[in-house]
């Protein structure tokens, strides 16, 4: 084992700092600072019972129902479909089993684990966080070390609070510059993942670096992270600053007082040394990047707002004409057409990617004083409890209420739908969650990935928007 | 530190396999094809063989597509699966190897994968080999020529060998390679490093306590 010389990403700083032991051939056994725990978890629970063990660590994890919960109710007893509710109470049945922290329905904190996580205070620079979801890459925002793993690696840190792990690969992504207008961190990551595509940072860890990432808010920062795993990223990463301090002072489980000066001056080592080398680098102009919506069924499959959906025939190959082709029909999509000329049935204001206060005052801005068009169905799903008072008490909720949008109780609903949140076959969702897969919203349901803003054009006017029309553009 | 002391649930091995091949030539195949989300509720108990494809492979009107891969007569008994590019890319969900797993699947070949995937495969005994683009791109093509025919996989030597008798070898992590031919679980392997856990746990405590 041994340790790097010279300059150090901040992810060799975290990975080392993590590392039990390693073996000769390479795996590493890494010490697992921050587990997190969802309703979709249980399969872990079993395995442990099976084998007749227990947590290593409960004062290491934390959980909170989020994929099976309502999104009408926070009743327990009215989740109408038996399974989903059993997912719930399982949840709630191993915390309580165990000793583990949960923040369950009608708890203060309750929400989406990856809203929580960071909300909490949990999610912390410099730590290793891991959770059974592949969008676990949202605290890297913060500096953490966070990656998504399965159901089976959950029970070995549940048992053992650690995680065998070959070192990855590192990739920079640089995107100078000065965003424009109403651009937010979920335009700059369609744009990656569409220069990059939905496999480019496969087997890398990222790091976001340069002034357009730097000018990003913590939300914006989490929106960012969190798409990591659609460009194939293990994880994503922006070092901590000023606006991570700020952001983290106060909140329940940050350090206070003195410890939390300690805890500053060592996340202040954290930053990729100067002349730290990473296995790639991609640089973008911020300058260039404009409001983005996909048209097909990867999140790689995204254009700027005055785009047209592409043309199979231009495809660089048939493997890519067939796909593309394939695509259209189930997007209901021929080439040529200006997006701006694509009507939507659906809007779904939510999602871990998009969910939190910002996402909200966003959305709220173009949605005040207008209604949503005839026949769409909106809605505002907030990715927590906090998220949900915080947008009330700013008089949020009235502001979408009057603009015809439904406001609803917090949960991963719409995004992928296993608590029956779903479209209907065909009908077109402008969506502010992360994955545009076909049948992710529902079987048949067509979905297009936005910013909150821009979803919220394409519900006032019933088709996909530049939102800069509407507002201050 | 006694040996059953983290229980004993052995994976099943993966040595050598021969068998009938199905080519999934579509790159960015996600997880949420595999497995549509409304069946993630399931436990691990329940065969998740039927909710493999479950939507992919059934036309608008639920009834089966005749030309969906896995509904082929010739693919029927098909033990593994050659993708595209980024195969199994998306969500974490472990129930996507599961599927494919009871399905009969026990190796799925591809030029990338979904990371997470990758790592929910080798754990349970579903092994996913890499390949050069060009390499499967040629395997599919054999695949699709002559419906049905066989791959050989060899985990000790590292080889596949395509239906022409080209022979192919890929890399595996050798920690992934010793695990799956023994089938054995890295719970009973990280049970040997108690000490270094319970030495780190001391260490890293004093900073990072909540
Ligand atoms: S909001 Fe969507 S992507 Fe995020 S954790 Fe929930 S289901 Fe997964």
Known sequence: MSEPIGPRTMFEKIWSRHRVTEREDGQTLLYVGRHL??????????VLRRRGLKPRAPDRIFATPDHYVSTASRKVEEIEDPRHREMVEKLARNTAEHGIRQFGLGDPNQGIVHVVGPETGLSQPGILLVCGDSHTSTHGALGALAFGIGSTEVAHVLATQTLWQRQPKTMRITVDGTLGPQVTGKDVILAII????????????????????????????????????EAGGRAGMVAPDETTYAYLAGRAYAPKGAEWDQAVARWRQLPSDEGAVFDTEVTLDGNAIQPMVTWGNSPEDALPIDGVVPDPAAAPDAERREQMERMQAYMGLT????????????????????????????????????????????????????????????????????????????????????????????????????????????????????????????????????VRRLVGG | MCAGWWGAEPMEAFTRLDAVAVPMARPNI??????????????????????????????PDGEQNPEFPLNRPEWQSARIVV???????????????????????????????????????????????????????AIIAQLEAEPGARIGVDLPTQTVTAPD???HSFEIDPFAKHCLLNGLDDFGLTAAYEEDIAAFERRYGRENTL
Request: glycine share 12%.
């Open chain 1, 37 to 46: 725990l969802h309703d979709g978890g249980a399969t872990a629970f079993d």
């Open chain 2, 165 to 167: 008798g080209s022979v």
């Open chain 2, 83 to 137: 993708g595209g590019r980024n195969f199994a890319c998306g969500s974490s969900r472990e129930s996507a190897v599961w599927a494919l797993f009871d399905a009969g699947f026990r190796c799925a070949i591809a030029p990338s994968f979904g990371d997470i995937f990758r790592n929910n495969g080798m754990k349970n005994g579903l092994l996913p080999v890499v390949l050069p683009a060009e390499v499967v791109e």
């Open chain 1, 335 to 466: 080439p040529g057409m200006p997006l701006t000329d694509i009507g939507i049935d659906r809007v779904f204001i939510g999602s871990c990617t998009n969910s939190r206060i910002e996402d909200l005052r966003a959305a709220a801005a173009v949605a005040r004083g207008r209604k949503v068009a005839e026949g769409v169905l909106a809605w505002v799903v907030p990715g927590s409890e906090p998220v949900k008072r915080q947008a009330e008490a700013e008089g949020l909720h009235e502001v979408f209420r009057t603009a015809g949008f439904d406001w609803r109780e917090p949960g991963c609903s719409m995004c992928l739908g296993t608590n029956g949140d779903i479209a209907r076959p065909g009908q077109r969702v402008a969506s502010t969650s992360n994955r545009n897969f076909m049948g992710r919203q529902g079987p048949g349901a067509r979905t297009h990935l936005l910013s909150p803003a821009m979803a919220a054009a394409a519900a006032v006017t019933g088709r996909f928007t530049d």
């Open chain 2, 30 to 59: 996600d997880t949420d094809q595999i497995i549509p989300a409304r069946f993630l509720s399931r436990p691990r108990e329940v065969d998740h063989g039927q909710f493999l494809f479950h939507d992919a492979r059934r036309l």
């Open chain 1, 194 to 229: 569409a220069r990059i595509s939905a496999a480019g940072a496969t087997e890398h860890v990222i790091e976001f670096a340069g002034s357009a990432i730097r000018g990003l808010s913590m939300e914006g920062r989490l929106t960012l992270c969190n798409m990591s795993i």
